[in-house]
Structure formats: structure tokens, C-alpha cells
């Protein structure tokens, strides 16, 4: 298998968080209901996680389920075997109504790391990021300035932000610009 | 700005994250209708100063439309409710009933 071409090649920025584009992030997008029985045990058969409730997500070291509407879940796994992986849900899923896609390189990801991530996508999406609102283990599907995206918190330190492929470079330069040293705000003291 | 809550993914989402889809109930005449209902159906639509039921999406989130009942004139917002449903839920409009006694929008009051 040929190797991954990233959209940045691998970008990174240093300043009150570190911004860096993740090399590869198995992404699988499904949808059907999630509360069927049928879908719900394929997905932990597949990716052994269980679907997440509403604007929720279930992480397990490399595997990961991301809730994006009442009928989609972005499904996370090492780049290398989104297909395989993605082929095999699939299959388990021939007779529901479900449809499976592998969307790895439809995507980029961006992870950020450090304490001041909440003010960095704060001045970005129209999410309160207090960290009585916004906590890991939750997803937010949204817009960062003029394009869609979504991120969610792996831990109080770390966030990963999904973007379409096509508009990776916009989302690298106002994260970057976000993340600027000159541009601390220092809203958010916890 | 307007700050309405998405009946299905239940964030209270700011303006921007939305995409206003006119006006809600709508009931479509189709080929065999008279002029006079296509014509309603295609090009009237209420304008109030007041009470308003509206179709919007949630575009920049989990991209699915619904209803919402507000003030054009206040921006207050009296509800939201799903896209499966022809008319307003009761208790939408008993809110707007309590806080807008002898409203009228279409057939509803």
C-alpha cells in the first residue's frame, strides 16, 4: 500500500499550544441509527468500542467513536486499517440499513497540545469552551471561522480538530494565528 | 444574537452555526392544485412583526433541520422542535399563548 499523503505534509506550529497535523488518522464514517442493536454490536465487533451517546465520544487507546448527528459516527482507527476495517463493518452490516465509507484522506487532523487549547479554538468556533461546558469525552461538531470542522478533548492537555482535506491549510493558519504567543487572552485560568 | 438549541444534538447553537429555511408548515399544492393554491403555496408568505415559526438547520453541526417558534421583534426564542411534525407542539404554544395572549400566525392563535 502506497503511503499516506498528508494534506500539510505533516505541519506544525509551536506557540501556546503545539499544533501539529497527525500522520494519518484511520477515519470511518458511518451512519444508520444509532441505537440499533444490530449496529451497535458490529461497531464493537469491528473497532471494540461502544457507540457514544449524544455529542459523546468513546476512546480506547488507538480506536475511537465520535457522535456527529442521531444517524452518523465517525469511526477512528490506525490509518493502515481503515479499509480493511471499514470492509469488514461493512460486511456485517450488509442487511441494516447502514452505509459505511472510509474517509481518512477526505480528511486532516490537527492535534493540539497545552494548557491554553480552550482559548486557542475558543477565538476560532462559536463553542463555550469553559471547562464546565466543554470537557473531555465530549465532541463538537461546528465551524472555526468561515469552515466546518470538529474537535474534542483526548485529555485536559490534548484536543484533536478534524477539518475537510480541502481547506487544511486555512484551518493550519488560523490555528496557528490563534495559537500566536502575541495573542494570549488567558480567559480560561484553570 | 440569536442563540437557538438544536432539538437533536441539544447544543444551544449561536446564529452562524445555522441556516435560516423560511417559513415552517408549509403545505405543498402540486400539479393538480387550483393557480390560487400553487401561487399561496409557492410565493405567499407571513412577514409578522411578532410570533414566527421557521424552518431552520443546523448546517456547522449535526446538519439537521427543525422548527423553532420565535419573536421577530424580540429575537426571543419559544422553542424548538423536531422536522417530523406538521403543526407546533402543544406546549410550544402554550408558552407563546402565556407570553403573547391574542397572537395569530396563519390559522394558529
Known amino acids: ?190 | 444574537m440569536l442563540l437557538i438549541n438544536c432539538p437533536y444534538c441539544g447544543v444551544a447553537a449561536e446564529e452562524t452555526e445555522l441556516h435560516a429555511g423560511g417559513e415552517a408548515h408549509l403545505k405543498r399544492f402540486g400539479p393538480d392544485s387550483s393557480d390560487d393554491d400553487f401561487t399561496g403555496y409557492l410565493f405567499h408568505r407571513e412577514n409578522p412583526k411578532g410570533v414566527h415559526f421557521e424552518r431552520w438547520r443546523h448546517v456547522n453541526g449535526c446538519g439537521k433541520w427543525f422548527h423553532a417558534a420565535r419573536c421577530t421583534n424580540t429575537l426571543e426564542v419559544f422553542g424548538t422542535y423536531k422536522a417530523q411534525t406538521t403543526e407546533p407542539p402543544k406546549d410550544i404554544l402554550d408558552t407563546i399563548r402565556a407570553k403573547r395572549p391574542g397572537f395569530n400566525w396563519r390559522d394558529i392563535a
Not at chain 1, 505533516?10 to 458511518?30: H, R, W
Not at chain 1, 472510509?102 to 468556533?125: P, W, Y
Not at chain 1, 469553559?130 to 470538529?150: I, L, N
Open chain 1, 1 to 190: 500500500m502506497s503511503n499516506a499523503a498528508l494534506a500539510l505534509g505533516g505541519a506544525t506550529f509551536d506557540g501556546l499550544v503545539k499544533i501539529e497535523e497527525l500522520a494519518g488518522q484511520g477515519m470511518i464514517t458511518l451512519r444508520g441509527d444509532l441505537t440499533d442493536k444490530t449496529i451497535v454490536k458490529a461497531v464493537k465487533d469491528v473497532f471494540g468500542v461502544t457507540l457514544p451517546g449524544t455529542r459523546e465520544t468513546t476512546l480506547a487507546s488507538n480506536m475511537g467513536a465520535l457522535w456527529m448527528s442521531p444517524d452518523e459516527a465517525l469511526l477512528l482507527c490506525p490509518y493502515e486499517e481503515a479499509q480493511q476495517r471499514g470492509n469488514e463493518l461493512a460486511a456485517k452490516l450488509s442487511d441494516a440499513h447502514a452505509l459505511v465509507v472510509n474517509v481518512s484522506d477526505a480528511r486532516a487532523v490537527f492535534q493540539l497540545k497545552g494548557r491554553a487549547l480552550r482559548e486557542v479554538i475558543a477565538k476560532l468556533a462559536p463553542v463555550d469552551m469553559s471547562p464546565d461546558a466543554f470537557q473531555p469525552g465530549m465532541v463538537r461538531r461546528t465551524r472555526m471561522a468561515q469552515v466546518a470542522a470538529a474537535f474534542w478533548m483526548d485529555d485536559t492537555n490534548t484536543a484533536r480538530v478534524v477539518c475537510f482535506r480541502s481547506v487544511a491549510a486555512y484551518v493550519f493558519g488560523i490555528l496557528s494565528a490563534s495559537a500566536d504567543d502575541a495573542s494570549a487572552v488567558n480567559y480560561f485560568t484553570r
